[in-house]
């Protein structure tokens, strides 16, 4: 196998089980080179927390990118997450041009919003210039509350297929290309996720166990991201990503105590079985 090395962008939430402390073990334990560039460093993540404490990283973003520059280092895909700041998408796109190898994919995962709301630091400005960068992106992968700040598509909890293909559409009339779509479930207990690319669309679906556990967002595109740069299809890495969050949620079910994340950890040896 080829070995890779990805690029993560997005915050450390020192405890709480989601972004990079989640992101590096999972693409780590798929075999993939992971280098890591904080946004920003909380003591918790904001779901769920009061009082958590957030140091923006902006600042430093630049001088890492231009000693990486220097030294040579370069990336074979980049994977942005949760940022902390507008600056951040603008060094984003610099990145790209600046680290990324000939053929390299930019995967973004909005992150910026769930269950019809967009999380606390985030506006409608972050909105609608995280949509700008989704249109320089190969790979998107929203849910249904980013797809619709960032299309201006009413958010619906309930909805039909008919509801999805709208979406998409609008999805593809700000420009972006591949699109992978989470939470998608069109019954009470089943979820799951929508592959488009091409005018072509494949749906994964599965069961659904609790209403929006913390940090599954960022599970699942780690989980894809490992699995895309392992050579598996779209659709493959949307089924093994998926199937891995499923099985990271139901390892974390019944324990009351855990409410800010899932037990991820309890289920890489499930993730890196599908991945034979
Ligand atoms: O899981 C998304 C996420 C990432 N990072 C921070 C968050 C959240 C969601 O609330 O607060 C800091």
Not at 24 to 37: G, Q, W
Request: charged share 25%; proline share 2%.
């Amino acid at each position: 196998m080829d070995y890779k090395r990805v690029l993560t962008m997005q915050d450390i939430s020192c405890f709480g089980q989601c972004s990079l402390t989640v992101a590096l073990p999972i693409i780590s334990a798929c075999k993939i080179e992971t280098t890591i560039l904080p946004s920003a460093v909380l003591s918790t993540h904001t779901g769920g927390f009061s009082g958590f404490t957030f140091r923006d990283l902006t600042d430093d973003i630049p001088k890492i990118i231009d000693h990486w520059e220097k030294e040579e280092i370069n990336f074979d895909a980049f994977y942005t997450g949760y940022l902390g700041s507008l600056t951040q998408i603008e060094y984003v796109k610099d990145i790209s041009k600046r680290l990324l190898k000939k053929d390299s994919k930019l995967i973004v995962d909005p992150a910026m919003g769930d269950n019809g709301k967009l999380y606390s630091i985030f506006d409608l400005t972050y909105a609608k210039e995280m949509a700008k960068l989704c249109k320089t992106a190969d790979i998107v992968l929203p849910n249904v509350t980013e797809a619709c700040f960032m299309t201006g598509v009413e958010y619906k909890e309930n909805y039909d297929e008919e509801y999805v293909d709208n979406l998409l559409r609008a999805l593809t009339e700000i420009g972006c290309k591949t699109i992978v779509l989470t939470g998608i479930g069109y019954t009470e207990d089943t979820t799951g996720v929508v592959v488009y690319e091409n005018g072509k669309k494949e749906y994964y679906k599965h069961k659904k166990i609790e209403k929006g556990c913390h940090g599954t967002g960022d599970v699942f595109s780690s989980a894809f991201v490992g699995a895309y740069m392992q050579g598996k299809t779209l659709f493959e890495s949307a089924k093994i990503s998926a199937n891995y969050t499923l099985k990271c949620i139901e390892n974390t079910q019944g324990d009351k105590s855990h409410w800010y994340g899932v037990k991820f950890e309890t289920a890489l040896d499930f993730l890196i079985d599908s991945l034979k």
